[in-house]
């Protein structure tokens, strides 16, 4: 089945052959659904902290990033080009009629003045066309518009990824969503002595494209905010591409006979963010911005989930410590479990059938891993993974953040745990990524591979099964220590098309 130019591929890409075999059986085998115990709720495991306990946790954020000894660095997700966002205005530049039709068209050429690139396509317009946008509306020319905006001779907006567009307007000029996470990173990450820690993940073919950017615009924003950057790039491994397999499960092979691999999805980023040199690191994506007007709530409450993780890690370090050294009572071992349990919302029913020795070694296993504080914000039908609590394959359940497709919906009690959840998943993550002697955690030993999916594509108009591995908010750090916080949904402003741009929040 494997043959020498496909073991030459692999060996380029730092795949094994175990690794490959172990793909084409996950396409044989599929993935089972995740057991559930709850939908995680403000009565079940999801935190809303008292005006007092807020006050406490900011204190103690202050007083973590005013330690230099510790490293905090802002983590972007980037790599996913901006396409998907134009997906109507690419329909509309093929269709067979040249004035908007469908509302979504409608709205984009009516609100095309407030878009933040409307100067940026007014020039490109020029140099195509001649014409200014104006100019070409009046004459019924809203086709030309939309290629100016979306091919490479124009803004090239349909190729480009998210974090390069325009998406916010001010008197200096517009932003793009990386300009925005500058912003964000010295309002919330920055350390004592000015040092602002950002790291994005971006395609190969971008990564020139954010350099040049960020040479461009860093000294500004390090002026603006008394501030030193230091952003670093990088890109998804070779190593976490995934083989893409036919319809029986043999592997897919293009044209000229190689194995395809594809992009093995955001849990590949698992690699990345254990590559990087940090205490505790934000992740939040690319899209996630508002104009600085906004921006007091995503701050607040980035600050805010973020003093709950160092509280909750303090304690994490004190009773590892007492469990290292052996002097510690029955009494001690029984607060340490009401910890684990009401904390950190793990529980495992066998627990009081175990001796003093047995529950030390639970606790210390359980304690002693990678933790996480979420961000949930109120369920208003946005699309996206709920926070649930699941069982683990060790018999105890924890909290965990959830894709529908991991969960079984045939399951009529299982599907309305998924409908009729409270909250859902922003991703918007502040993680804790040492251990109580600092060193740091191997966070690819924290994943679950049973909880990655199959998805249905195509390629050269044959179908095709493609593997997505563990999600790096789901299934990547299914093994980590998990406490969600509710924060408003004004923490919460994504744009998934175009027209989001017209929204409030992104005026």
Same mark, same amino acid.
């Given at each position: 089945?494997?043959?020498?130019?496909?073991?030459?591929?692999?060996?380029?890409?730092?795949?094994?052959?175990?690794?490959?075999?172990?793909?084409?059986?996950?396409?044989?085998?599929?993935?089972?659904?995740?057991?559930?115990?709850?939908?995680?709720?403000?009565?079940?495991?999801?935190?809303?902290?008292?005006?007092?306990?807020?006050?406490?946790?900011?204190?103690?954020?202050?007083?973590?990033?005013?330690?230099?000894?510790?490293?905090?660095?802002?983590?972007?997700?980037?790599?996913?080009?901006?396409?998907?966002?134009?997906?109507?205005?690419?329909?509309?530049?093929?269709?067979?009629?040249?004035?908007?039709?469908?509302?979504?068209?409608?709205?984009?050429?009516?609100?095309?003045?407030?878009?933040?690139?409307?100067?940026?396509?007014?020039?490109?317009?020029?140099?195509?066309?001649?014409?200014?946008?104006?100019?070409?509306?009046?004459?019924?020319?809203?086709?030309?518009?939309?290629?100016?905006?979306?091919?490479?001779?124009?803004?090239?907006?349909?190729?480009?990824?998210?974090?390069?567009?325009?998406?916010?307007?001010?008197?200096?000029?517009?932003?793009?969503?990386?300009?925005?996470?500058?912003?964000?990173?010295?309002?919330?990450?920055?350390?004592?002595?000015?040092?602002?820690?950002?790291?994005?993940?971006?395609?190969?073919?971008?990564?020139?494209?954010?350099?040049?950017?960020?040479?461009?615009?860093?000294?500004?924003?390090?002026?603006?905010?008394?501030?030193?950057?230091?952003?670093?790039?990088?890109?998804?491994?070779?190593?976490?591409?995934?083989?893409?397999?036919?319809?029986?499960?043999?592997?897919?092979?293009?044209?000229?006979?190689?194995?395809?691999?594809?992009?093995?999805?955001?849990?590949?980023?698992?690699?990345?963010?254990?590559?990087?040199?940090?205490?505790?690191?934000?992740?939040?994506?690319?899209?996630?911005?508002?104009?600085?007007?906004?921006?007091?709530?995503?701050?607040?409450?980035?600050?805010?989930?973020?003093?709950?993780?160092?509280?909750?890690?303090?304690?994490?370090?004190?009773? =590892?410590?007492? #469990? !290292? &050294?052996?002097?510690?009572? /029955?009494? *001690?071992?029984?607060?340490?479990?009401? +910890?684990? @349990?009401?904390?950190?919302?793990?529980?495992?029913?066998?627990?009081?059938?175990?001796?003093?020795?047995?529950?030390?070694?639970?606790?210390?296993?359980?304690?002693?891993?990678?933790?996480?504080?979420?961000?949930?914000?109120?369920?208003?039908?946005?699309?996206?993974?709920?926070?649930?609590?699941?069982?683990?394959?060790?018999?105890?359940?924890? =909290?965990?953040? #959830? !894709? &529908?497709?991991?969960?079984? /919906?045939? *399951?009529?009690?299982?599907?309305?745990? +998924?409908? @009729?959840?409270?909250?859902?998943?922003?991703?918007?993550?502040?993680?804790?990524?040492?251990?109580?002697?600092?060193?740091?955690?191997?966070?690819?030993?924290?994943?679950?591979?049973?909880?990655?999916?199959?998805?249905?594509?195509?390629?050269?108009?044959?179908?095709?099964?493609?593997?997505?591995?563990?999600?790096?908010?789901?299934?990547?750090?299914?093994?980590?220590?998990?406490?969600?916080?509710?924060?408003?949904?004004?923490?919460?402003?994504?744009?998934?098309?175009?027209?989001?741009?017209?929204?409030?929040?992104?005026?």
């Amino acid at each position: 089945m494997i043959n020498e130019n496909d073991k030459a591929l692999l060996r380029r890409k730092g795949i094994s052959e175990e690794k490959l075999q172990q793909q084409l059986e996950c396409f044989k085998k599929g993935f089972p659904y995740l057991k559930l115990h709850a939908a995680a709720s403000i009565d079940n495991g999801i935190l809303r902290p008292t005006p007092e306990e807020e006050a406490a946790c900011l204190k103690a954020w202050q007083e973590y990033t005013a330690d230099a000894a510790h490293r905090v660095v802002k983590f972007v997700p980037a790599s996913g080009a901006a396409s998907r966002m134009f997906k109507d205005m690419f329909a509309f530049a093929d269709a067979d009629y040249d004035t908007p039709q469908t509302d979504f068209e409608k709205h984009f050429f009516d609100h095309l003045h407030e878009a933040a690139f409307f100067e940026a396509l007014d020039k490109a317009c020029l140099h195509l066309y001649g014409k200014n946008i104006d100019s070409l509306l009046a004459e019924g020319a809203y086709k030309p518009i939309v290629q100016a905006m979306l091919k490479p001779e124009g803004l090239n907006y349909g190729a480009l990824p998210k974090g390069l567009l325009l998406f916010h307007k001010y008197d200096a000029g517009a932003r793009t969503p990386m300009e925005e996470h500058l912003v964000e990173g010295a309002l919330y990450a920055r350390q004592q002595n000015g040092d602002v820690h950002i790291h994005f993940t971006v395609s190969p073919e971008h990564r020139p494209l954010f350099s040049a950017l960020i040479d461009e615009k860093k000294a500004a924003y390090e002026k603006a905010f008394d501030a030193h950057y230091h952003v670093d790039l990088s890109e998804q491994k070779a190593s976490t591409d995934t083989v893409a397999a036919n319809a029986d499960n043999t592997p897919f092979r293009n044209a000229d006979g190689s194995l395809l691999f594809r992009p093995g999805g955001h849990g590949a980023l698992i690699e990345n963010l254990n590559d990087i040199d940090a205490d505790v690191i934000f992740v939040k994506n690319i899209d996630n911005v508002v104009p600085d007007r906004l921006k007091d709530d995503t701050v607040r409450y980035k600050q805010l989930i973020a003093g709950v993780l160092v509280q909750l890690q303090a304690q994490v370090f004190a009773y =590892l410590k007492k #469990l !290292e &050294s052996g002097k510690y009572t /029955m009494e *001690d071992l029984r607060e340490m479990l009401q +910890f684990v @349990q009401k904390k950190l919302f793990t529980k495992n029913p066998e627990t009081k059938l175990l001796e003093d020795t047995e529950l030390a070694i639970y606790l210390e296993k359980k304690l002693n891993r990678p933790i996480r504080v979420c961000g949930m914000v109120r369920n208003v039908g946005e699309p996206g993974g709920g926070p649930f609590l699941a069982y683990n394959a060790d018999g105890t359940f924890s =909290l965990q953040i #959830l !894709e &529908s497709s991991q969960i079984d /919906m045939s *399951d009529p009690e299982k599907k309305a745990m +998924f409908e @009729q959840g409270t909250h859902f998943n922003p991703v918007d993550l502040v993680c804790a990524v040492k251990d109580f002697k600092g060193r740091p955690f191997d966070l690819p030993k924290y994943v679950d591979p049973q909880t990655g999916f199959i998805s249905h594509k195509s390629k050269d108009g044959k179908e095709l099964k493609a593997l997505e591995l563990p999600g790096l908010w789901n299934g990547a750090m299914s093994n980590w220590n998990t406490v969600f916080v509710e924060v408003p949904l004004s923490t919460f402003n994504p744009v998934k098309t175009v027209n989001d741009l017209y929204r409030p929040q992104h005026q």
